[in-house]
Structures are given as structure tokens and as C-alpha cells.
């Protein structure tokens, strides 16, 4: 599924872009992905959207989160402190912050991969068509093996 979304990230600059689903799932098809991992992202999307839709009761900024059991079953140590890292630096606000936690929790399945968090964070910006700085995307994009320190 995170490639389906990589894919759509890379190849449709906002979500008005894309086609309609049934046009997009011919076409991801055609591109070689799996017709299950297709209908899994285009779930996944739906519910993006309608989260997108719902930031509107999000907390107010400046608000303290605590962390269901559930919650930190699917966002480990990692994921967490990633997540309060990019609050932090003032480009994940709470509305922002509560569509990563509804998408991760959507993954399912145990503790979602900081990799695929990072996924989940640059399709929320590209769901209200925000552009993250560049310094976000490098810590979204580039593992830190090879970042080099100047």
C-alpha cells in the first residue's frame, strides 16, 4: 500500500489531480501494482479525506496529547518522538498531528515501520496541499545513514 501512496505522491501534485478511483485503479494497475495493494490505498485515501474534513474539531494548539494504549500500540518510541519532533519544529500542528494518528491507527496491524510514518506524514501535506519546507522533506525523504554532516 505505502508504495500505491509514494507513487501518487510522486506523480499527482495534489489530490484533485488524481483521476477518478476507478480511472486511478486502471492506471496503478497498468503501472504493475497489485490490484489488493491498489483498493487498500484507495481505502486509505477515502479516509484521509474524510479526516481532512474533520480537522475542523481538532484540538487547540498548544494542547497536551496523551496517547491511548492503542495509540501506542501502533506508534512505538520511534514513531512518537518523530511525530513530537516535526510539533516541535512548528510544522505538524494538532489538526495536522491528529490525521497522522487516524491514518497510522488505519494501517492496522501492530507497530507501523517510522518509514511508513514518514509516508503517512508527507500524504497528509499532500491531502491539504501543503508542501513541507525542505528541511522536512530531507527528514522525510533521506535516511540517516547518509546524510552527511558538514
Same mark, same amino acid.
Given at each position: 500500500m505505502f508504495e500505491?501512496?509514494?507513487?501518487l505522491y510522486e506523480n499527482y501534485w495534489r489530490p484533485d489531480a488524481c483521476p477518478d478511483p476507478k480511472q486511478l485503479s486502471r492506471k496503478l494497475s497498468a503501472v504493475g501494482f497489485d490490484?489488493?495493494?491498489?483498493?487498500?490505498?484507495l !481505502?486509505?485515501?477515502?479516509?484521509?479525506a474524510t479526516s481532512a474534513e474533520a480537522v475542523a474539531g481538532a484540538p487547540v494548539p498548544g494542547s497536551m496529547r496523551i496517547y491511548t494504549?492503542?495509540?501506542r500500540e501502533v506508534l512505538d518510541e520511534a514513531s512518537l518522538g518523530f511525530i513530537t519532533f516535526l510539533e516541535s519544529a512548528g510544522v505538524l500542528p494538532a489538526p495536522m498531528r491528529e490525521m497522522v494518528i487516524d491514518r497510522a491507527l488505519a494501517v492496522g496491524n501492530g507497530p507501523i515501520d517510522?518509514?511508513?510514518l514518514k509516508i503517512i506524514v508527507l500524504m497528509v501535506f499532500w491531502s491539504l496541499g501543503e508542501?513541507?519546507?525542505?528541511?522536512i522533506?530531507?527528514?522525510?525523504?533521506?535516511d540517516a545513514?547518509? !546524510?552527511?554532516i558538514h
Open positions: 500505491v501512496l509514494v507513487y490490484n489488493d495493494e491498489i483498493q487498500d490505498a !481505502r486509505w485515501l477515502d479516509g484521509l494504549d492503542a495509540e517510522l518509514d511508513d508542501e513541507p519546507d525542505a528541511l522533506l530531507d527528514e522525510l525523504f533521506v545513514e547518509d !546524510r552527511v
